[in-house]
């Protein structure tokens, strides 16, 4: 009993360390560097400001790597006793291995999106393909693709049922949402830092309830990612924050969302993962017409500056009703009828705000100045998680037997 909790509680805890060193050296590196980016042509124009300097843009790329740096001076803590007793645990390594493969595959990904600009097509693409090295390994050391069916169904499905392929589509899925749907939810200073910052802290809390439990191995899993990870974010944030001295670019944002899925995938707790994006499942549904243009999606949705009031305000889209498709056409219809969208006509054209949760958020309590903007999602944000925990705790009752 003693000794398993010491052999939990040390890893852990030589993690934390090295993870505040990991947030030390971020902080120093990062303003050191950033001229470089500059230099490179990685930069940025500040939309929300009246100045245009150069902002470096894909800071990403420096938390990924002193996040990667720490991992893999961590590797040797977990595994560095049985190295010398015998019975190495080849699964569990080969599991934190192709999880670094997928982190490292995404972050390499996310950069060359930040400097070739790709195509919507790829930004599916990539995080599909980083993904398979963890699919992989997941197929090998579990292929478990049997899901516990909730009780109201149990009467006609059973206990569980084994979904099969479907199991590693989803897995794919689930990769390829994570990371878009924290670069979609973006455009204010600190915006996508923090809300990673947000979802990485509601991960940390589970892992750390769950620790008491049977599972408690995978859980440990999953907080050797997410202390680092948190930690060298948190040294981003600090020059992301309003006014923001550099962007954190796709690069930050792929390599987030493939963070979580690894962790959510390989720590088989990927539906409670989901639970904690509840903001940004919104932000991706009530974006879908854009996304798919059914109505009109320009280059950037993020809000319009309005320099005179020192405010951010709703940006928006135009177009004719009558070139809609049906779906276009019904779509608007409905979020007109539920109030989800500003709706004005002007000489035979139809404005709306950009479909995005910030546009939302502006809509319904007016123009707003950019850092309180930023709270106020994060506050959602919040608010959400803590939504998430009484789903996934007394509720999820009712539904299962946990
Ligand atoms: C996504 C969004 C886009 C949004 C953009 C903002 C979709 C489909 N795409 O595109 O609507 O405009 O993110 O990040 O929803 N910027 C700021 N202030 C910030 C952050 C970014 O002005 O706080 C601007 C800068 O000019 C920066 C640029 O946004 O250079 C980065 O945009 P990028 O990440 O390339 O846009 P996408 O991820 O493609
Ligand atoms: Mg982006």
Same mark, same amino acid.
């Given at each position: 009993?003693?000794?398993?909790?010491?052999?939990?509680?040390?890893? !852990?805890?030589? $993690?934390?360390?090295?993870? *505040?060193? =990991?947030?030390?050296?971020?902080?120093?590196? !990062?303003?050191?560097?950033?001229?470089?980016?500059?230099?490179? $042509?990685?930069?940025?124009?500040?939309?929300?400001?009246?100045?245009?300097?150069? !902002?470096?843009?894909?800071?990403?790329?420096?938390?990924?790597?002193?996040?990667?740096?720490?991992?893999?001076?961590?590797?040797?803590?977990?595994?560095?006793?049985?190295?010398?007793?015998g019975d190495f645990p080849h699964n569990e390594f080969v599991e934190l291995?192709? =999880?670094?493969?997928? !982190?490292?595959?995404?972050?390499?990904?996310?950069? =060359?999106?930040?400097?070739?600009?790709?195509?919507?097509?790829?930004?599916?693409?990539?995080?599909?393909?980083?993904?398979?090295?963890?699919?992989?390994?997941?197929?090998?050391?579990?292929?478990?693709?049997?899901?516990?069916?909730?009780?109201?169904?149990?009467?006609?499905?059973?206990?569980?049922?084994?979904?099969? *392929?479907?199991?590693?589509?989803?897995?794919?899925?689930?990769?390829?949402?994570?990371?878009?749907?924290?670069? @979609?939810?973006?455009?204010?200073?600190?915006?996508?830092?923090?809300?990673? @910052?947000? @979802? /990485?802290?509601? @991960? *940390?809390?589970?892992?750390?309830?769950?620790?008491?439990?049977n599972l408690w191995k995978a859980h440990q899993f999953s907080l050797y990612?997410?202390?680092?990870?948190?930690?060298?974010?948190? =040294?981003?944030?600090?020059?992301?924050?309003?006014?923001?001295?550099?962007?954190?670019?796709?690069?930050?944002?792929?390599?987030?969302?493939?963070?979580? /899925?690894?962790?959510?995938?390989?720590?088989?707790?990927?539906?409670?993962?989901?639970?904690?994006?509840?903001?940004? *499942?919104?932000?991706?549904?009530?974006? /879908?017409?854009? #996304?798919?243009?059914?109505?009109?999606?320009?280059?950037?949705?993020?809000?319009?500056?309005?320099?005179?009031?020192?405010?951010?305000?709703?940006?928006?889209?135009?177009?004719?009703?009558?070139?809609?498709?049906?779906?276009?056409?019904?779509?608007?219809?409905?979020?007109?009828?539920?109030? #989800?969208?500003?709706?004005?006509?002007? $000489?035979?054209?139809?404005?709306?705000?950009?479909?995005? #949760?910030?546009?939302?958020?502006?809509?319904?309590?007016?123009?707003?100045?950019?850092?309180?903007?930023?709270?106020?999602?994060?506050?959602?944000?919040?608010?959400?998680?803590?939504?998430?925990?009484?789903?996934?705790?007394?509720?999820?009752?009712?539904?299962?037997?946990?």
């Amino acid at each position: 009993e003693d000794k398993d909790s010491l052999k939990m509680w040390i890893p !852990i805890i030589i $993690n934390f360390v090295m993870s *505040i060193g =990991a947030y030390c050296v971020t902080v120093k590196v !990062i303003p050191n560097i950033k001229d470089k980016f500059i230099k490179a $042509n990685l930069f940025g124009i500040d939309m929300s400001k009246t100045t245009s300097d150069k !902002i470096p843009e894909a800071l990403g790329m420096v938390t990924g790597c002193t996040f990667l740096i720490t991992m893999f001076l961590f590797i040797p803590v977990p595994f560095g006793k049985s190295l010398w007793e015998g019975d190495f645990p080849h699964n569990e390594f080969v599991e934190l291995i192709a =999880a670094l493969l997928s !982190i490292c595959c995404m972050l390499l990904l996310g950069f =060359a999106d930040d400097v070739l600009d790709l195509l919507w097509r790829h930004k599916l693409l990539l995080p599909t393909i980083a993904s398979l090295p963890l699919l992989m390994v997941y197929y090998v050391n579990f292929n478990s693709t049997t899901i516990i069916v909730p009780k109201p169904l149990r009467e006609h499905l059973g206990l569980s049922v084994d979904i099969g *392929i479907l199991y590693y589509i989803y897995m794919g899925m689930l990769a390829v949402f994570c990371t878009n749907a924290i670069n @979609i939810l973006a455009g204010v200073n600190g915006l996508e830092a923090g809300q990673s @910052i947000i @979802i /990485a802290i509601s @991960i *940390i809390i589970f892992n750390f309830i769950e620790l008491s439990g049977n599972l408690w191995k995978a859980h440990q899993f999953s907080l050797y990612f997410m202390l680092p990870y948190t930690a060298t974010t948190l =040294a981003l944030l600090k020059y992301n924050w309003y006014p923001s001295k550099v962007f954190v670019g796709d690069t930050f944002c792929y390599f987030s969302g493939m963070t979580f /899925a690894v962790v959510g995938i390989l720590g088989h707790f990927s539906k409670t993962t989901l639970l904690f994006f509840i903001p940004q *499942i919104f932000n991706f549904l009530y974006s /879908a017409p854009q #996304l798919f243009r059914f109505i009109p999606c320009p280059r950037h949705r993020l809000p319009k500056f309005n320099s005179k009031i020192d405010k951010m305000e709703i940006s928006t889209t135009n177009f004719r009703y009558s070139d809609l498709s049906f779906l276009g056409k019904t779509v608007i219809n409905l979020f007109r009828l539920f109030r #989800l969208i500003r709706w004005q006509e002007k $000489n035979g054209y139809v404005v709306t705000n950009n479909l995005t #949760l910030i546009n939302l958020v502006l809509y319904y309590l007016g123009p707003l100045h950019e850092q309180r903007l930023t709270i106020i999602l994060l506050v959602i944000q919040i608010l959400c998680t803590g939504l998430a925990f009484v789903i996934r705790y007394p509720l999820a009752h009712y539904f299962y037997d946990v």
